[in-house]
């Protein structure tokens, strides 16, 4: 198909005619059968093309992408050994001319050559191949000279190869020289004197790479960088980049809990300080690390009972040290902090995530991990503020009770679940319409 058919077949794709549409379509599978090789030079020549009309050069790189991307993992794998097939020479310009898009003065550009270059990373990186991807990337993420939007479309191509390549179940696992090249890359971003806009895209990048990085975090030195540098960015002065960093402090919970305990100490000061007054979007982030890490406490304390029954002994890096109970008697005051902060507008079954539908939650998972330990900690504000006065606590009160009923014993809850009956049978007529409907839910 020559360039003047490929821009206007690909703009015909977005005709409100149907038939013309069709057509377009057709067209464009028509050229992708007779020859492959060809169609993705001209797709990715589209995409290149400077002054070239912009919705054009998106329209080519997004179908460029979808010609390696299925949601069926067999159609997946049949477009993946299309590409391999295809000869290497075509494949080295196809992917010169994707990578140099990156680079494009225009935003749109960069971005939609940001997503196919990782689409084709996808694929080659975990084979070895490809080895110009990285340090052309790096080139453009570390050179001074570069335009900020380069650097920022440089690292979302890194963020976006790492989403794809953790998605691919058959791919080998990626070499220990890859990955420290990514990291070097990701964390040079996310430094502090770095625009945050830089920040962020390489504290995104840094959250999906984490699954590649076990031998860096096996390195007590190379650990202490990654974790500097996340703590760090949690004071940044853009919300972005604080979640961002938050939600790569969740993942870093879930992949390598056995490696945290040098850093709970300033996890836990972090994370308080940021619940406690920090802006929504970024407190439901640090939430989300307590209940992250509540759920692997369940889980390793779960497989040590499975362990014990089998006497077998557990494993240092699978044992369970007992953050969470640690820091009961002050996470629970915070999380029922956040219980009355209630969106007034909400419908308790609406699908809102809010800082006290978060809190709750937080608060169920932490109750199934420390079980009766549990009472304490909550029953004292449950009974001080069930007939609170004040709505907001009295609804408090009672998520509170109701988040924790799972945990505990039944010799542990249950007198106060025989106490709190008529209480509750009484809030069913609150004058206040949340707390009817969280009593009744």
């Known amino acids: 198909m020559s360039t003047p058919d490929l821009t206007t077949t690909l703009l015909s794709c977005q005709s409100p005619d149907p038939t013309v549409r069709t057509q377009a379509e057709a067209a464009l599978a028509s050229a992708e059968q007779n020859n492959l090789a060809d169609f993705f030079v001209a797709l990715a020549n589209e995409l290149s093309a400077e002054g070239k009309d912009l919705t054009v050069r998106q329209l080519a790189g997004l179908h460029f992408k979808n010609l390696l991307v299925a949601k069926d993992e067999a159609i997946q794998a049949e477009k993946h050994n299309k590409w391999k097939a295809l000869p290497t020479e075509k494949r080295a310009v196809i992917k010169s001319t994707v990578i140099g898009a990156i680079r494009s003065p225009v935003q749109i550009a960069r971005h939609t050559a940001a997503q196919a270059c990782a689409e084709i990373a996808t694929i080659e990186l975990p084979f070895k191949e490809w080895p110009e991807f990285l340090t052309t990337l790096m080139e453009n993420v570390t050179g001074s000279a570069n335009d900020d939007g380069i650097k920022i479309s440089s690292l979302e191509c890194l963020g976006f190869t790492c989403e794809r390549i953790a998605l691919s179940l058959d791919a080998p696992e990626i070499a220990p020289d890859v990955t420290d090249l990514m990291l070097t890359t990701i964390v040079d971003g996310i430094q502090a004197d770095r625009p945050d806009p830089i920040r962020f895209a390489a504290a995104t990048a840094l959250r999906n790479s984490l699954a590649f990085t076990r031998k860096n975090f096996e390195n007590e030195n190379e650990r202490n960088m990654i974790m500097k540098t996340i703590c760090e960015a949690t004071q940044s002065s853009d919300a972005k980049v604080r979640g961002a960093a938050y939600e790569c402090i969740s993942q870093i919970a879930f992949q390598y809990y056995d ?152 010799d542990a809850i249950g007198p106060y679940v025989n106490q709190s009956i008529p209480v509750l049978l009484a809030a069913l007529s609150d004058q206040n319409d949340l707390v009817k409907d969280t009593t009744a839910w």
């Open 259 to 410: 490696k945290l305990q040098s850093y709970m100490q300033t996890l836990f000061e972090l994370t308080f300080a940021t619940i406690r007054s920090d802006e929504e979007s970024v407190a439901l982030n640090a939430i989300e690390f307590w209940s992250t890490l509540a759920e692997e406490e369940m889980e390793l304390i779960d497989m040590a009972l499975e362990f014990q029954e089998t006497g077998q002994p557990v494993p240092p890096e699978q044992t369970c040290v007992g953050y969470v109970k640690a820091a009961l008697g002050l996470l629970c005051p915070l999380l029922m902090e956040t219980l009355t902060k209630q969106d007034e507008d909400a419908d308790v079954d609406d699908d809102v995530w809010n800082l006290s539908m978060s809190g709750a939650t937080c608060l169920t998972l932490v109750a199934n991990t420390v079980e009766d330990d549990i009472v304490p900690a909550v029953m004292p504000f449950v009974q001080e503020h069930i007939k609170s006065e004040n709505w907001r606590y009295r609804e408090a009160a009672t998520m509170a009770f109701s988040s924790i009923l799972e945990g505990p014993g039944a």
